[in-house]
């Protein structure tokens, strides 16, 4: 998935339009690598592969988006809005155990 958001973040480079939709593109790579892809990384039962996955993730959204925590549309209401806007690196990888935990008790599937 890495290659396909590096190919939607050069498509807007290409098009000279990545500032008029800026704030757009960095919320659809923060809700993918910090919700949709971050919660299948969890449930990956390799240590080593689940650490390099989520390694790849969080530091892709950094290195593309660095200041992701401003987007305007995190400001939105919602969990997960919110839970984005306060994620760090240490709970980035410390939720890990407790996404793990709900999935396992069928409470997340």
């Given at each position: 998935?890495?290659?396909?958001?590096?190919?939607?973040?050069?498509?807007?480079?290409?098009?000279?339009?990545?500032?008029?939709?800026?704030?757009?593109?960095?919320?659809?790579?923060?809700?993918?690598?910090?919700?949709?892809?971050?919660?299948?990384?969890?449930?990956?039962?390799?240590?080593?592969?689940?650490?390099?996955t989520l390694d790849?993730?969080?530091?892709?959204?950094?290195d593309n988006f660095?200041?992701?925590?401003?987007?305007?549309?995190?400001?939105?209401?919602g969990l997960k809005?919110?839970?984005?806007?306060?994620?760090?690196?240490?709970?980035?990888?410390?939720?890990?155990?407790?996404?793990?935990?709900?999935?396992?008790?069928?409470?997340?599937?």
């Amino acid at each position: 998935m890495i290659a396909v958001f590096k190919g939607i973040k050069n498509f807007y480079l290409e098009k000279k339009a990545l500032d008029e939709y800026k704030e757009e593109i960095e919320y659809l790579f923060i809700r993918f690598f910090l919700g949709n892809s971050y919660l299948r990384a969890c449930r990956i039962i390799d240590n080593d592969v689940r650490n390099e996955t989520l390694d790849k993730g969080w530091n892709f959204l950094n290195d593309n988006f660095p200041d992701f925590k401003k987007n305007k549309y995190l400001a939105n209401s919602g969990l997960k809005n919110k839970y984005f806007k306060i994620i760090t690196r240490r709970s980035y990888y410390s939720n890990v155990y407790l996404f793990k935990l709900l999935y396992k008790l069928g409470i997340m599937k």
